[in-house]
């Protein structure tokens, strides 16, 4: 039997777990307390977010532990930004990341995506890359003024996206 978590649609009463599971992962960066502080708006999940229409929240769990989540937004028919991708910290270089990555590639693809842009934390740098992304700019973050986030763009439609 397979140790790949289960990944489903996030239900709108688990909007809580995945906003305390964001900040856990995040910190997990050693950023300080005002730095998370400044991100908790940002990181912060709704019901009324899970439950929109052109964004898709899914979970990954394991024996109904939650292991990590991940947030697609589609922006046009063809291009999708992933919108989180975080990984609860006992959890992280553990396959996690990586099915959450697979299983968003994935259905971006059944929706007729064809891009993901991928806004990410800096030391996420190595784990998009390896997923496929391509640099693709710089963008400023939304909590911390100031602060560059590098983008990443992964074309769906090359063979090594599959």
């Known amino acids: 039997m397979s140790n790949s978590p289960t990944i489903r649609t996030a239900q709108s009463y688990e909007a809580k777990e995945i906003s305390e599971l964001a900040m856990r992962s995040k ?3 050693g950023y300080s307390a005002s730095f998370m502080e400044a991100c908790r708006k940002e990181l912060t999940v709704t019901a009324q977010a899970i439950n929109s229409a052109d964004v898709y929240y899914l979970v ?3 024996n109904s532990e ?5 947030a697609v937004e ?3 028919d063809h291009k999708f930004e992933l919108a989180a991708l975080f990984v609860e910290p006992t959890f992280i270089g ?5 099915a959450l990555m697979d299983h968003a590639k994935k259905l ?3 929706l007729g995506g064809k891009t993901l842009i991928i806004q990410g934390d800096p030391n996420a740098e190595r784990f998009y890359r390896a997923a496929g992304g391509k640099p693709s700019g710089m963008r400023e973050s939304a909590s911390v003024s100031g602060r560059s986030l590098p ?6 439609m090359s063979e090594d996206a599959a």
């Not at 939650?66 to 991940?70: M, V």
């Not at 553990?94 to 990586?98: A, D, H, L, V």
């Not at 983008?151 to 769906?156: E, G, M, N, P, S």
């Open 60 to 62: 990954a769990e394991r």
């Open 74 to 76: 589609k922006l046009s």
């Open 27 to 29: 910190a997990y960066w």
């Open 151 to 156: 983008l990443f763009t992964i074309d769906l």
């Open 94 to 98: 553990q396959g996690i990341g990586r």
């Open 108 to 110: 971006v693809k059944n």
């Open 66 to 70: 939650l292991l990590g989540y991940y």
